[in-house]
């Protein structure tokens, strides 16, 4: 596989704090890869570095294998979509898109139909004489990226595009985004705090904290199997429960479950998802299970989710359907049972 990018060795300080240790990612070409991670964990830093806004204070940045790390912004073949959407309000949508064109010396009529075709394209043909003022925080945001594809870069970076628009919209453009990407074949890298955003559109999601890359791995890989407590805790809801790992089984006041795992012995951490528990009334046969009181149920609309009390005193959470609340009433004492391979043993070091 054709590398798009390649980080390396790279660590940035911001006078004499070390914002990223050093770290290696490579992005391959033509895929949606997603830097996830909270606020200050150093995504939006790193994508700086790759942009040319930042410069490493050690280490290189590769672009199809040519070294990268020294040139400004505008001799990059990569172009950045933010936030804010950076339009000129003084432009309309046709003198927005051109902007960038033109500086390349591109005019005429190959300029023209440079914008018509990526106007229809985000599906903006219609709006082409507008003002930035007259369009929607959408339609702001489908010009930008127009603004930004048509100088047909290598790869298209993209800083929170979407967190200033509502959620209706927002899963919209979730959609289109990765049809867009799907149609255009370069490579995107897409920075999120917003879990689902980065699981809905990403080939692979870089899961950030305090500047390190705690697992790279796609959606399903992330999210069903957590390699540590943050990404656990980070991606979806995840019930905890906390005990010891003595090689066959994990113990915990109250209860002995066996679980294969190459773990270490030693504390460890149970991560079991509130989708994946059962409830049962009688004691059910399967091997993992534990016993539980219910604390409380909460409406969620297409489920409801129970809040039940274990033996060592922490709390699972439990995803059931509506056509099977009536069953369990407040204070009733249940059992809560899972497949073992939807649960994640972690060391807890």
């Given at each position: 596989m054709t590398n798009s990018i390649e980080l390396k060795d790279i660590e940035k300080y911001f006078g004499t704090n070390r914002v990223i240790p050093k770290l290696n990612l490579t992005i391959h070409q033509g895929e949606f890869i997603t830097l996830l991670g909270p606020s200050g964990c150093g995504k939006t830093t790193l994508l700086r570095m790759i942009a040319g806004f930042e410069t490493p204070t050690s280490g290189r940045v590769l672009l199809e294998n040519e070294d990268i790390t020294s040139l400004p912004p505008y001799k990059r073949n990569v172009n950045t979509v933010f936030q804010n959407y950076a339009l000129f309000p003084h432009l309309n949508v046709s003198e927005n898109i051109a902007f960038g064109l033109k500086q390349k010396g591109i005019t005429g009529e190959k300029l023209t139909n440079a914008v018509k075709?990526?106007?229809e394209t985000v599906q903006m043909g219609s709006f082409i004489n507008r003002k930035p003022k007259e369009l929607s925080g959408g339609q702001q945001q489908r010009i930008a990226l127009a603004r930004a594809i048509v100088n047909q870069p290598k790869v298209l970076l993209l800083d929170e595009p979407l967190a200033a628009?509502?959620?209706?919209?927002?899963?919209?453009?979730?959609?289109?985004?990765?049809?867009?990407?799907?149609?255009?074949?370069?490579?995107?890298?897409?920075?999120?705090?917003?879990?689902?955003?980065?699981?809905?559109?990403?080939?692979?999601?870089?899961?950030?904290?305090k500047g390190v890359i705690e697992q790279l791995d796609a959606p399903q890989e992330l999210y069903g199997h957590p390699k540590s407590r943050f990404v656990a805790d980070f991606i979806g809801e995840n019930n905890t429960l906390s005990g010891t790992y003595n090689g066959t089984h994990f113990v915990s006041e109250g209860f002995s479950i066996p679980i294969s795992s190459t773990v270490p012995k030693g504390k460890s951490l149970l991560?079991?998802?509130p989708e994946h528990i059962y409830i049962h009334r009688e004691h059910p046969e399967n091997k993992h299970k534990i016993e539980a009181k219910v604390i409380g149920k909460t409406f969620l609309g297409?489920?409801?989710?129970?809040?039940?009390?274990?033996?060592?005193?922490?709390m699972v959470d439990v995803s059931v359907k509506p056509d099977e609340i009536a069953k369990i009433n407040d204070t009733d004492t249940v059992f809560l049972s899972w497949n073992d391979q939807k649960s994640n043993l972690i060391h807890n070091q």
């Open positions: 075709d990526v106007l628009l509502d959620l209706k919209l927002r899963k919209q453009m979730q959609f289109e985004l990765k049809q867009l990407h799907q149609q255009l074949g370069i490579t995107f890298v897409f920075v999120t705090h917003d879990q689902e955003e980065a699981l809905t559109m990403s080939d692979r999601i870089a899961v950030m904290n991560f079991i998802r297409n489920l409801w989710r129970v809040r039940c009390k274990i033996s060592n005193g922490e």
